[in-house]
């Protein structure tokens, strides 16, 4: 049984599924996951082959191209968008207010923050009179906001719930900034997906399963999220909202490229879609 390494943030809704139905092993594959702390523990160990598997945002995979040449490739995408909001002290009535005070991220230059930088720019706020503590993954930031070390933070599922759950506010929405920011993705270096095609497919092919099982068993496809610390309504999305055979959507891609573009961070020349977006190996999965 080959063993593939995986590096990830928090178990996205295909995986938990594929781990609650022991698809992994039934497709051939023994799969070790490491949470990780930041993006860049993920990014620099997917760069270096510690990792062979990295679950990831699209614009943290064009960063890592274009800053460790990572050689890294976009496989297959798990959720159809990111939902994530930018949560705070209720004390802080608006961003404005909240960028006065450090705010915390994992990055400056990839991921999340891109967002927060379009609502800084609309709000008229110059991102670089403004003070951001690197604080590392959602988790992390959840518990820097929970514990009164950090007043902001961009959040994602489940924490966004549990942080309007202890009283902390949201600024701002996702939906309402960038609607078609994609859902998290597989992202491995395209040596390692040459050299272990057979691998890659008995992952995708799990994950696929898992995927399409979810819909059609819908009570337990929400229990099993539940279980694994969604909140219910988020568990309920996810299910409704299951991508359909784990396509890439170019839409996310442009949008990416887009927030990339506004704030001045498009690497050059610009990546090319169709050197990063994989989409003929999950056509063999």
Known sequence: MKKIRQILFVPPAPIVWAEHLALFARH????????????????????????????AVVDNVIAWNDERRAGLQIVAQLERTTVMAFCALAHLADLARAAERPIAVDSTTNGFVLVLYRAMARAGIDRHACSFERVGGVRQRFEALAAGTSASTILVPPFIDMALGKGFVKLWDGADLAPAYPGVVVTARAAWLRENEDAALAYLGALREANRWAPANADEAVAALEKARYATRAAQRLVRDAVPDLAIAQSGWDEVVALRRECGLLPQPAPSAGEVLNRALLGKA
């Open 28 to 55: 051939g594959v023994e799969v070790e996951t490491t949470p990780t702390l930041s993006s860049d523990q993920l990014g620099q160990g997917l760069a270096d082959g510690t990792y062979d598997v990295g679950i």
